[in-house]
């Protein structure tokens, strides 16, 4: 499960759990939606929002016993799809929300947990005891769009091709040389101060958050197209 606390303008989604690996299954996708379109409704100019974790992991992917707890080979593969429309459904919310998002990766991220941690418009990590490991090549699961549009809008060249076709256990400080986190540190409440700290320097320049998620539209351009996320028309201020 996932709880939202708001400080002010900040928005702090946590994601909870008992065994700590914050496995996707439609409780949980239900949850974070739930809390997203909370902090979407309660925003206001300079709003921002950073997400967090409790545990060994930031968020172990699918929650695979849920889909093969199925009874038919049938059900099976219906219960992982509703996963991959869950997913669908949260890459949208994040890349709709009207404010900056940031995500401390302070644990471990596999599979949807790596694009979990994507959706975010910047990712802090921990320099040890935390990588980004795309799992379905070795599970021999295709990733679908718009799951791989989000991988060529936030990832470049060959470091998106050893993520995505080596397999690789991506570390922290691999994975800043690489471009695609912004920042690490050391421990798991250094990572999560750190985000902290980036959402409130965001917040301080009071943008308005509907023309923050707009050029982000504009920026994911493609993403957008395959989500069928449409630009919503803003007035222009007088300047």
Known sequence: MCSLEKRGNLFILILTGQNGEHRLNPNLFSSIISALSRAKAESTRGSALVTVSHGKFFCNGFDLDWVNAAGSDEETQQR??????????????????????????????????????????????????????????????????????????????????????????????????????????????????????????????????EVYAEIRKGLYSELCDILGIASIPIATPRL
Not at 160 to 171: A, E, Q, S, V, W
Not at 172 to 188: F, H, N, P, R
Request: charged content about 25%; aromatic content about 6%.
């Open 80 to 209: 992982f799809n509703l996963l991959l429309d869950n997913l669908k459904q949260l890459v949208l919310a994040f890349i709709s929300l009207p404010m900056p998002t940031i995500a401390a990766v302070n644990g471990h991220a596999a599979a949807g947990g790596v694009v979990l941690a994507l959706c975010h418009d910047y990712v802090l990590m921990r320099r040890h005891r935390s990588v980004l490991y795309m799992i379905d090549l070795d599970l021999g699961i295709k990733i679908p769009e718009p799951f791989m549009a989000l991988f060529r809008a936030k990832i470049s060249g060959s470091a998106r091709r050893d993520l995505l076709l080596r397999g690789l256990k991506i570390k922290g400080e691999e994975a800043l040389k690489m471009g695609i986190v912004e920042a690490v540190y050391d421990g798991e409440e250094e990572v999560t101060n750190a985000g902290i700290k980036m959402a409130d320097d965001l917040a301080k320049r009071n943008w308005h958050g």
